[in-house]
């Protein structure tokens, strides 16, 4: 409780009643009075700290999870909640974990990499509200809980759109390759000396080079030299009007 001081000043003090009775038959407390004001104020800072930690942590533009690995008392900040499409963060947390994944045996992989230590960067698709897919990077760190259980710190980031962008490309290569014309990328200011950057299979193909060999290949190795600067020329031209 708080007492006051002659100044009055407040302080926090624990106070202990003993009772007893007398010979006389009278009923009396023996009181015990300790001065817990630092060690109150300690608590104090540390709640505030916290408090503080929580809140920093909630507020974060990446996900954060704190959970053990069997995927008991998960706790989850805002974003990787609203990255599932959840808006109600008491519906949000009697999901189990194993239920955001788009794929369980996801689950099992990701706890057979903590099982071995910290991980980082561990692609994976988890799924929306809405039962949708989309690719999150998670990294953890394994701690002991203090009742010797192995809890997980995981960060995990929404690279959905990177995901999407990287098969995109992929598939415009793919097709690029497979196309029956010749295709390269070269560099573009240093004339007859520009180097293959990327060739298709048909320009290996046609030219009878491996594609190993054409990406150390300048244009005037593979063009006949009045063909070469005619197209030097035109470009040149181009770039002028």
């Not at 007492?3 to 003090?13: E, G, V, Y």
């Not at 505030?48 to 954060?64: D, F, Q, W």
């Not at 759109?161 to 290569?173: F, G, P, Q, V």
Request: glycine letters at 4%; charged letters at 35%; a neutral charge.
């Amino acid at each position: 409780m708080m007492m006051k001081r002659k100044d009055a000043t407040p302080f926090w003090a624990s106070i202990t009643a003993i009772p007893q009775t007398t010979e006389a038959g009278e009923k009396q407390f023996i009181t015990i009075i300790q001065d817990i004001d630092e060690r109150k104020k300690a608590e104090e800072a540390l709640k505030a700290s916290e408090e503080k930690y929580r809140l920093m942590v909630e507020n974060l533009p990446v996900g954060i999870v704190l959970n053990t690995i069997e995927g008991r008392n998960p706790e989850r900040n805002r974003a990787y909640m609203e990255m599932h499409g959840y808006t109600s963060k008491e519906e949000f947390e009697k999901l189990r974990a194993i239920e955001l994944y788009f794929d369980p045996e996801d689950r099992k992989q990701f706890l057979k990499k903590i099982d071995e230590g910290a991980v980082r960067n561990f692609e994976v698709k988890h799924k929306r509200k809405d039962g949708s897919p989309f690719w999150v990077s998670l990294s953890a760190i394994p701690q002991i809980g203090e009742q010797g259980e192995i809890i997980a710190l995981v960060v995990a980031q929404d690279i959905d759109k990177r995901k999407r962008a990287e098969e995109d490309i992929n598939l415009r290569l793919h097709i690029i390759d497979a196309a029956t014309d010749l295709i390269f990328l070269r560099d573009y200011d240093v004339g007859a000396n520009a180097k293959l950057l990327f060739a298709n299979r048909e320009t290996g193909k046609r030219l009878g080079f491996t594609r190993a060999n054409l990406l150390n290949m300048t244009m005037r190795e593979i063009s006949i030299a009045t063909s070469l600067d005619e197209v030097e020329k035109r470009r040149n031209n181009l770039e002028q009007s």
